[in-house]
């Protein structure tokens, strides 16, 4: 096998959760991409990849792990873990095949298809594919992916039973708001009554849910609604997972035109986190697994079970919210500057010290302004 010349292809996004699992690129791009305030496919055309073409590349992985395999018992290394990788790293294995390796280093057991939508793959050519990755790495537990609510309601549950069956584990799907205007507004292409619908079709085929909520969507004009709706969406789905992101106004979208114009006003940090509250408080009769998993969040360590760790992320919040305006100002820059992993971090004095050390030469500057044009800064530097 020609190792250097193998190519397997790889979309530009995952969740954070699946750092750890190999990329199986199934379509590429997002089928709809309208939604106002997505920047992650804009310019690039949505495309369906054949079964052949992807089984093809799953073959070929399949090939590039044996000679992963075989390169180690060459090494007669005992065992495969990350000081593997770094062998392979230093006897200049091609890039290609070190993703492969650091998968098999953390398990080899996951596997996310690629990109935004693998639904709207018709079910036969995509159980094929599940039962081909089942197939080749019999290893594998958990097969997940990108779905949007509506592709989803375009299948019947028999499909459904039938895609879990075949191996696909959990989905992951950008609820973004139960609050109708602002689902229109932003073009999502949904309702929260679809939304509702979709994601009790996914429970009930026995497919693991996901469900990401984009604090901030709302701006100042729809931030109440936005959370309280978005709580009443999620109570009536019951996910296995909520996921917390936060939005941030990207240049190649229409959002950032429209808040160009002055008819979107984006949400300050500190408004964020009431919203936050609003949201969480509001969650009611559900077993979720609430998750704040992006380095966008400000509080990224709100994470429980509920019901029963709701007073626990509540009280998270509450002990940011009881800071002085100075001390918040800290935080958030600390945070952006990677200073703060966690509200945690905050009280302890070395680090508050660096942070403060740099707030107050920024104020020296210009103000707070100047720290808020930092905390900007540091923000547009991430994903
Ligand atoms: S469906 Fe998802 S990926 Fe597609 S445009 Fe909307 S948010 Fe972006």
Same mark, same amino acid.
């Given at each position: 096998?020609?190792?250097?010349?193998?190519?397997?292809?790889?979309?530009?996004?995952?969740?954070?959760?699946?750092?750890?699992?190999?990329?199986?690129?199934?379509?590429?791009?997002?089928?709809?991409?309208?939604?106002?305030?997505?920047?992650?496919?804009?310019?690039?055309?949505?495309?369906?990849?054949?079964?052949?073409?992807?089984?093809?590349?799953?073959?070929?992985?399949?090939?590039?792990?044996?000679?992963?395999?075989?390169?180690?018992?060459?090494?007669? =290394? /005992? $065992?495969?873990?990350?000081?593997?990788?770094? #062998?392979?790293?230093?006897? &200049?294995?091609?890039?290609? @095949?070190? *993703?492969?390796?650091?998968?098999?280093?953390?398990?080899?057991?996951?596997?996310?298809?690629?990109?935004?939508?693998?639904?709207?793959?018709?079910?036969?050519?995509?159980?094929?594919?599940?039962?081909?990755?089942?197939?080749?790495?019999?290893?594998?537990?958990?097969?997940?992916?990108?779905?949007?609510?509506?592709?989803?309601?375009?299948?019947?549950?028999?499909?459904?039973?039938?895609?879990?069956?075949?191996?696909?584990?959990?989905?992951?799907?950008?609820?973004?708001?139960?609050?109708?205007?602002?689902?229109?507004?932003?073009?999502?292409?949904?309702?929260?009554?679809?939304?509702? =619908? /979709? $994601?009790?079709?996914?429970?009930?085929?026995? #497919?693991?849910?996901?469900? &990401?909520?984009?604090?901030? @969507?709302? *701006?100042?004009?729809?931030?109440?609604?936005?959370?309280?709706?978005?709580?009443?969406?999620?109570?009536?789905?019951?996910?296995?997972?909520?996921?917390?992101?936060?939005?941030?106004?990207?240049?190649?979208?229409?959002?950032?035109?429209?808040?160009?114009?002055?008819?979107?006003?984006?949400?300050?940090?500190?408004?964020?986190?009431?919203?936050?509250?609003?949201?969480?408080?509001?969650?009611?009769?559900?077993?979720?697994?609430?998750?704040?998993?992006?380095?966008?969040?400000?509080?990224?360590?709100?994470?429980?079970?509920?019901?029963?760790?709701?007073?626990?992320?509540?009280?998270?919040?509450?002990?940011?919210?009881?800071?002085?305006?100075?001390?918040?100002?800290?935080?958030?820059?600390?945070?952006?500057?990677?200073?703060?992993?966690?509200?945690?971090?905050?009280?302890?004095?070395?680090?508050?010290?660096?942070?403060?050390?740099?707030?107050?030469?920024?104020?020296?500057?210009?103000?707070?302004?100047?720290?808020?044009?930092?905390?900007?800064?540091?923000?547009?530097?991430?994903?």
């Amino acid at each position: 096998m020609e190792k250097e010349n193998l190519f397997f292809e790889q979309g530009p996004y995952r969740p954070p959760s699946e750092a750890y699992s190999l990329l199986i690129r199934v379509t590429r791009n997002c089928p709809w991409n309208r939604c106002e305030f997505c920047p992650a496919y804009k310019g690039s055309k949505f495309q369906f990849r054949t079964v052949e073409e992807i089984k093809r590349e799953i073959q070929l992985i399949k090939e590039a792990v044996e000679e992963i395999r075989a390169t180690i018992d060459d090494q007669r =290394e /005992a $065992g495969f873990n990350e000081k593997t990788v770094n #062998i392979l790293s230093n006897n &200049y294995f091609p890039e290609n @095949l070190l *993703g492969i390796a650091s998968w098999l280093s953390r398990g080899g057991d996951r596997v996310f298809l690629q990109d935004a939508d693998s639904l709207v793959m018709d079910t036969d050519g995509l159980v094929e594919i599940l039962r081909f990755i089942k197939k080749n790495f019999p290893k594998v537990k958990r097969i997940t992916s990108y779905a949007r609510s509506r592709t989803i309601l375009r299948k019947d549950i028999k499909e459904l039973e039938l895609l879990c069956r075949a191996g696909l584990s959990r989905l992951h799907i950008g609820l973004e708001s139960g609050y109708d205007p602002l689902l229109k507004m932003m073009k999502k292409g949904i309702t929260a009554k679809g939304h509702i =619908e /979709a $994601g009790r079709m996914v429970r009930e085929a026995g #497919i693991s849910l996901s469900e &990401y909520v984009l604090l901030g @969507l709302g *701006g100042e004009e729809m931030s109440r609604e936005h959370a309280e709706k978005t709580a009443s969406v999620l109570n009536k789905i019951d996910p296995d997972y909520i996921r917390i992101r936060t939005l941030m106004v990207r240049k190649n979208t229409p959002l950032y035109s429209r808040m160009e114009e002055g008819a979107f006003n984006v949400l300050g940090e500190d408004s964020i986190i009431e919203e936050e509250r609003i949201l969480l408080e509001n969650l009611d009769g559900i077993g979720s697994h609430l998750v704040s998993d992006h380095i966008r969040n400000l509080l990224g360590e709100l994470e429980g079970d509920f019901p029963e760790d709701k007073k626990k992320v509540l009280a998270i919040i509450d002990r940011y919210r009881g800071l002085s305006p100075d001390e918040k100002l800290n935080f958030r820059l600390g945070r952006r500057a990677h200073i703060y992993q966690s509200l945690d971090n905050f009280f302890l004095p070395h680090l508050f010290g660096q942070v403060e050390k740099i707030r107050r030469h920024l104020i020296s500057q210009g103000g707070v302004e100047r720290v808020e044009e930092e905390i900007i800064s540091l923000m547009s530097g991430v994903g």
